[in-house]
């Protein structure tokens, strides 16, 4: 099969031909059709965090995928060759063909593309677990959500808004309409005004997909036994406590079951997948360059700021595969 791997931390991604993945008894072989980029693909590449999330090498990147079902082990039940499906993956899904397991993947909406689906899995999923399971967002609340315009910003405003809660979002100016349209109902250009100084009120909710600075900031703008959760750096224990809040570093952990709740509210229409560009696979490096000037928070390093360059626009970048 046709597959991107990355030979050497921080070397070029090379796209060539590989063996295809035999399954085990309780896998699924997924001829892959499209999948999405995501920053820490770029990050793992580099190596700058191979003491906390090592790679083998040479490695394939993906962790989220969308394609049909080419064949199934001998213990699966749940799904049938020629079954649309999506989800996420530890295996590398810039690839022709993956083995995966049923718990983490879903049938795919029948009102998304294949393109639309590969874009769902890891941001919609880091939403709804920042926001829910540790954040602890309830109807009648209010949420900060920095970055609110991004890939995980977007399902994050999308699914406070669905389940009531008041949304305000920090995002650049010219994404105002957009979070408006998908239901925040404050948004605070980052570029020209600093969130604490212009918030009237407090918040119930930090969600944080930033770090840095913005991080540090948002303790001033928390009620006190508020929830602090950062999906892109570890939160003060010190600060947190100083400030009568918690605060916490969340990481995915994918789920058949959040990707389900996603799958229904993307079918009903209630939320939308953002998709900004699309690549074919073997044109993987200009994807990859597209965002790698502007990661932000990774580790607390943040390049964004005033002046900062943006990329053109909002939504995931995809790789059509086949
Ligand atoms: N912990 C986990 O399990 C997990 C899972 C998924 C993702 N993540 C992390 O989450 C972060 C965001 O991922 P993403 O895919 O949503 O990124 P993204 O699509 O690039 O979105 C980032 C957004 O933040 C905005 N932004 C940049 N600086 C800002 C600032 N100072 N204040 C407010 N908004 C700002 C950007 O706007 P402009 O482009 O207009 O500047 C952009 O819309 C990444 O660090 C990623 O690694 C973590």
New binding site residues.
Partial sequence: MKAVRVLEYGGPLVFNEVPAPAISRDEILVKVKSTAV???DL?KASGKVRQILPIDLPWIPGHEFSGVVEQIGSDVAAYAPGDAVFGTSDMGAYAEYLAVKPAVIVRKPSNLSFEEAASVP??SQ?ALEGIFTHGHLEKGQTILI?????????YAVQLASHAGATVIA???G??EAYLNSIGASRVID??KAQFEKVLQEKVDVVFD??????QARSFLVLKEDGHLI???QPVSPEESAKHHVSGA????EPSGDGLGKIARLLEAGTIRPDVATVYALQDVAQAWKD?AG?????HGM?P??PG?A??RS???IVLRVA
Avoid at 147 to 154: H, I, K, L, T
Avoid at 294 to 298: A, H, M, W
């Fill in positions: 995501n920053h820490i990050v890891v941001a880091t920095h970055g609110g315009a991004g890939a995980v910003g977007a920090t995002a650049s010219d994404d980052y570029r997909v930033i770090g840095g600075d913005t950062s999906a892109s570093m969340m990481r995915l965002i502007n990661l932000p928070g990774v943040s964004s700021g900062a943006r990329r909002h939504g995931k």
